[in-house]
C-alpha cells in the first residue's frame, strides 16, 4: 500500500465518519427522505457532468450497470434512507458506530454464506465486534434510545453490507466518476418516492441547515463516494475497508466535538473493541 492509498484512505474514512455529524443536522430542519433525495439529485448531476467535461461515457459493462444500480438501491435508498430517518431520534454517533461495523457483517456473510475461510485472527475479530457492540447497546439502551431508529440503523448497515460486496464489480472497468453520478441519480429516483407519499415539505431555513446541505452533498456525498471507489480500484476492496477501522472513533468524536453528544465510558471502551476487531478482521485477510 502506498502513500497515495493511505491518503486517499484516511480522507475516505474521515468524510464518511463526518456523514453522521451533518446527516443529524439537516433532519433537525428539513424532512429527511426529501432532503436525501435531493441532496443525492444535486450530487449525482454534478458527478455526471464533471465526468462528461473529462471524458467519461455511461458505456458502462453489464457488471458495472448491476453494481449502479445495487450500490444506488442498498447503499443510497436504504442505508443512507434508513438512517437519515432514525437520526431524527438516534444520536449521530451512536448511528456512526452501528454502520462502522459493516466490515464485520462483510466478514461474517462471507465466511457463512460463501465459505469463505476465516483465519483464527479474523475470528477473534469477529467476537471482538459482537463484544464492542453488545457494551455500547447495552449501555444504549439502559440510557433509553429509541428502538425503532435503532432497528432502522441494523437495517441500514445489513443494506451497505450488501452495497460493499457489490463495489468491485461497479469499479473496474473504468469511468468512475460517472458511475457515482449514476448510483446517486438511482437513489434519488428510489426515494422520491416515500418522500412525496410520505412526507411534507416543512423546513426551517437557517445557516446550519443550508452549509449542512451544501456540505453533505459535496463532501460525503460526492467526493467520500469518488474516493472510495478509486481506493477500491487502485488497492482492492480487502486492504481498503481495512480504512474502516477508523470509522467508529472518527464518527464518536466528530458528533462529541460538533454537536456536543454525551459520550459514556461503556461507549469508548465499545468503540475501541469494534475498531480492533475490524482492524484484526481485515488484517487476517492479508
Same mark, same amino acid.
Given at each position: 500500500?502506498?502513500i497515495k492509498?493511505?491518503?486517499?484512505?484516511?480522507?475516505?474514512?474521515? +468524510?464518511?465518519? /463526518?456523514a453522521f455529524? /451533518?446527516?443529524?443536522?439537516?433532519?433537525?430542519?428539513?424532512?429527511?427522505?426529501?432532503?436525501?433525495?435531493?441532496?443525492?439529485?444535486? /450530487?449525482?448531476?454534478?458527478?455526471?457532468?464533471?465526468?462528461?467535461?473529462?471524458? *467519461?461515457?455511461?458505456?458502462?459493462?453489464?457488471?458495472?450497470?448491476?453494481?449502479?444500480?445495487?450500490?444506488?438501491?442498498? *447503499?443510497?435508498?436504504?442505508?443512507?434512507?434508513?438512517?437519515?430517518?432514525?437520526? *431524527?431520534?438516534?444520536?449521530?454517533?451512536?448511528?456512526?458506530?452501528?454502520?462502522?461495523?459493516?466490515?464485520?457483517?462483510?466478514?461474517?456473510?462471507?465466511?457463512?454464506?460463501?465459505?469463505?475461510?476465516?483465519?483464527?485472527?479474523?475470528? +477473534?475479530?469477529?467476537?471482538?465486534?459482537?463484544?464492542?457492540?453488545?457494551?455500547? +447497546?447495552?449501555?444504549?439502551?439502559?440510557?433509553?434510545?429509541?428502538?425503532?431508529?435503532?432497528?432502522?440503523?441494523?437495517?441500514?448497515?445489513? /443494506?451497505?453490507?450488501?452495497?460493499?460486496?457489490?463495489?468491485?464489480?461497479?469499479?473496474?472497468?473504468?469511468?468512475?466518476?460517472?458511475?457515482?453520478?449514476?448510483?446517486?441519480?438511482?437513489?434519488?429516483?428510489?426515494?422520491?418516492?416515500?418522500?412525496?407519499?410520505?412526507?411534507?415539505?416543512?423546513?426551517?431555513?437557517?445557516?446550519?441547515?443550508?452549509?449542512?446541505?451544501?456540505?453533505?452533498?459535496?463532501?460525503?456525498?460526492?467526493?467520500?463516494?469518488?474516493?472510495?471507489?478509486?481506493?477500491?480500484?487502485?488497492?482492492?476492496?480487502?486492504?481498503?475497508?481495512?480504512?474502516?477501522?477508523?470509522?467508529?472513533?472518527?464518527?464518536?468524536?466528530?458528533?462529541?466535538?460538533?454537536?456536543?453528544?454525551?459520550?459514556?465510558?461503556?461507549?469508548?471502551?465499545?468503540?475501541a473493541i469494534?475498531?480492533?476487531?475490524?482492524?484484526?478482521?481485515?488484517?487476517?485477510?492479508?
Amino acid at each position: 500500500m502506498d502513500i497515495k492509498a493511505i491518503l486517499m484512505g484516511l480522507a475516505f474514512a474521515a +468524510m464518511w465518519s /463526518s456523514a453522521f455529524t /451533518s446527516a443529524r443536522v439537516i433532519v433537525e430542519y428539513a424532512p429527511p427522505l426529501t432532503a436525501l433525495a435531493l441532496r443525492f439529485l444535486v /450530487s449525482g448531476l454534478l458527478g455526471i457532468l464533471i465526468a462528461l467535461a473529462i471524458g *467519461q461515457t455511461a458505456r458502462l459493462s453489464c457488471r458495472q450497470w448491476l453494481g449502479v444500480l445495487v450500490f444506488g438501491l442498498c *447503499q443510497n435508498a436504504l442505508y443512507l434512507g434508513m438512517n437519515f430517518v432514525a437520526m *431524527q431520534t438516534v444520536p449521530a454517533s451512536l448511528a456512526a458506530i452501528i454502520a462502522s461495523t459493516m466490515p464485520l457483517l462483510v466478514a461474517f456473510v462471507g465466511w457463512v454464506i460463501f465459505g469463505n475461510k476465516v483465519k483464527p485472527l479474523g475470528l +477473534m475479530g469477529l467476537i471482538a465486534g459482537v463484544i464492542g457492540v453488545a457494551l455500547i +447497546m447495552g449501555a444504549r439502551l439502559q440510557g433509553g434510545v429509541d428502538m425503532f431508529g435503532l432497528i432502522l440503523c441494523v437495517i441500514g448497515v445489513v /443494506s451497505l453490507t450488501i452495497a460493499t460486496l457489490a463495489v468491485l464489480g461497479a469499479s473496474s472497468g473504468g469511468n468512475v466518476l460517472m458511475i457515482v453520478g449514476l448510483q446517486m441519480l438511482v437513489g434519488a429516483t428510489i426515494l422520491a418516492v416515500p418522500a412525496v407519499i410520505l412526507e411534507d415539505w416543512v423546513v426551517t431555513w437557517n445557516w446550519q441547515l443550508i452549509v449542512a446541505f451544501l456540505y453533505t452533498t459535496l463532501v460525503p456525498g460526492l467526493a467520500a463516494t469518488w474516493v472510495w471507489f478509486m481506493l477500491v480500484g487502485r488497492i482492492g476492496a480487502v486492504k481498503a475497508s481495512t480504512f474502516h477501522f477508523l470509522n467508529p472513533f472518527l464518527g464518536v468524536a466528530i458528533a462529541a466535538a460538533l454537536l456536543g453528544e454525551t459520550i459514556g465510558w461503556l461507549d469508548v471502551i465499545g468503540v475501541a473493541i469494534i475498531a480492533g476487531g475490524i482492524l484484526a478482521v481485515q488484517l487476517s485477510k492479508q
